[in-house]
């Protein structure tokens, strides 16, 4: 005697799936602002990390070196820079909670890269991303003995904060280079998630990190 077997082949109908979609639609937008803000919360702990990690390495290049970085045209002797930047992405102009000055962390004075100091030892006037003329005799520090560079102090010559920009450190106010009578703060700082800068870059009274701002204090002058 032959079976015979019933199977229920209903398919999902159209409204089913319009319901269904919907339903997914609205989950997603509520989930949305939380996952973003989390997005945004780990960029901000990425950035401050970073800041964090430059202050410690420039703090090892100086307990080394015996000297901030500083120099330039001519060499470990000179004191000529007045920005460092972790790489060519610098962010410009000021943010709507700007200090005084705060524009001048995109523009201001002689600069030179960061990796010149702590991933290469091209302390003189040389820059290059592959380490050409680095460890020159009398131009660059001496790689054994008293006030060796003993280098690298970070992981790549060249690198950016989480939204894409360089990060500042003012050097012009190290010791050493700055020959004033005003306290100031050197930063190791990012532009933080606007990419404008909002802390005083040469404002004796605000000398806090302002705004989104992301930064860590490397050192403090007089």
């Known amino acids: 005697m032959k079976s015979t077997r019933n199977f229920n082949r209903r398919g999902f109908t159209l409204i089913e799936i319009v319901i269904a979609v919907a339903i997914v639609a609205i989950f997603a937008a509520a989930m949305s602002?939380?996952?973003?803000r989390h997005l945004g919360d780990a960029k901000i702990s990425k950035a401050q990390n970073e800041t964090e990690v430059i202050a410690?390495?420039?703090l090892s290049y100086y307990k080394d070196v015996g000297k901030w970085p500083i120099t330039n045209a001519d060499g470990p002797s000179g004191n000529a820079v007045d920005r460092?930047?972790?790489?060519t992405n610098v962010a410009l102009g000021a943010g709507p909670d700007a200090a005084g000055g705060a524009a001048n962390w995109g523009t201001y004075g002689t600069t030179k890269p960061l990796g010149d100091y702590l991933y290469f030892n091209n302390a003189d006037n040389n820059s290059s991303v592959t380490g050409v003329d680095q460890n020159e005799?009398?131009?660059d520090w001496p790689t054994s003995g008293k006030g060796a560079w003993r280098g690298p102090y970070v992981e790549s010559y060249s690198f950016?904060?989480?939204w894409g920009n360089a990060y500042i450190v003012n050097s012009q106010y190290f010791q050493g280079a700055y020959s004033g009578t005003v306290r100031h703060k050197i930063f190791a700082l990012s532009a933080g998630p606007n990419g404008l800068w909002e802390t005083g870059f040469e404002d004796a009274t605000s000398e806090e990190i302002q705004g989104d701002d992301v930064g860590t204090v490397i050192s403090i002058t007089n």
């Not at 460092?84 to 790489?87: F, G, T």
């Open 84 to 87: 460092v930047l972790s790489s």
């Open 160 to 162: 950016d904060d989480p």
């Open 33 to 36: 602002p939380m996952v973003f």
């Open 56 to 58: 410690t390495a420039v």
């Open 137 to 139: 005799s009398g131009g």
